[in-house]
Every structure is written in structure tokens, then in C-alpha cells.
Nanobody
Framework: QVQLVESGGGLVQAGGSLRLSCTAS????????MAWFRQSPEKQREFVAR???????NYVDSLKDRLTISRDNIKNTMSLQINSLKPEDTAVYYC????????????????WGQGTQVTVSA
């Protein structure tokens, strides 16, 4: 199993910035793609950004000018910098990874974190 813990959320004023982090631990053989999703009460969970093991990045078009995703393959961590925050960015942000475990190295599974709340005040 792989456990994910997100951190870095909080309450911030519009125009501010946050850096979200995701740390993976457990029976890890390899973390493949790592991604961020978000969900607000009014919407379905939506894709935000993804980074591959090799460092290729892609972002949702509506946010790409304000986002920077990064990862550390040694530490099994991922970060998301969000700038110029807007009230509509208010959501729970979730970490999602594709991972292979030592116990089943040929199997690729998805794992989700519990999420970190981001609240942006006007």
C-alpha cells in the first residue's frame, strides 16, 4: 500500500499564493505519474496538474498561467505552487499517484490522499 499526505492548504486572501505538498510513503517500488485534482462543493473533482516520473508536466488550460508543479523522485514528494489565487480556487486539493509497490511491482495502482483545504477570501 501507498499512503499520501497533502499539506500546505489554508486560508489566503485573493491575490496571494500557496504551495501545496504531497508526500508518498509505504511499500513503494516506484511512483509514476503524480497529479493534483481539486473539488469544490458545487463541482465534480477536476484535474489541475500532472507531472510524470521524467518531469513532463501538463496543466489544466484555465489555470496553467498560475501553476507550477514539481516533484522529487528521491523523496517521493510533489509540490504545486498556485499564484494569484482567486475565490473560485477555493476547493479541497487532492494528490493522486500511480504507483508500483515492492510486494506487487508489476501492478500499477492509483492512490489518493485525503486532501488539503484551500480557501481564498475576496
Amino acid at each position: 500500500q501507498v499512503q499520501l499526505v497533502e499539506s500546505g492548504g489554508g486560508l489566503v486572501q485573493a491575490g496571494g499564493s500557496l504551495r501545496l505538498s504531497c508526500t508518498a510513503s509505504g511499500d513503494i517500488f516506484r511512483i509514476r505519474d503524480m497529479a493534483w485534482f481539486r473539488q469544490s462543493p458545487e463541482k465534480q473533482r477536476e484535474f489541475v496538474a500532472r507531472i510524470t516520473y521524467g518531469g513532463n508536466k501538463n496543466y489544466v488550460d484555465s489555470l496553467k498561467d498560475r501553476l507550477t508543479i514539481s516533484r522529487d523522485n528521491i523523496k517521493n514528494t510533489m509540490s504545486l505552487q498556485i499564484n494569484s489565487l482567486k475565490p473560485e480556487d477555493t476547493a479541497v486539493y487532492y494528490c493522486d499517484v500511480e504507483a508500483q509497490t515492492n510486494s506487487q511491482p508489476l501492478k500499477i495502482d492509483h492512490y489518493w490522499g485525503q486532501g488539503t483545504q484551500v480557501t481564498v477570501s475576496a
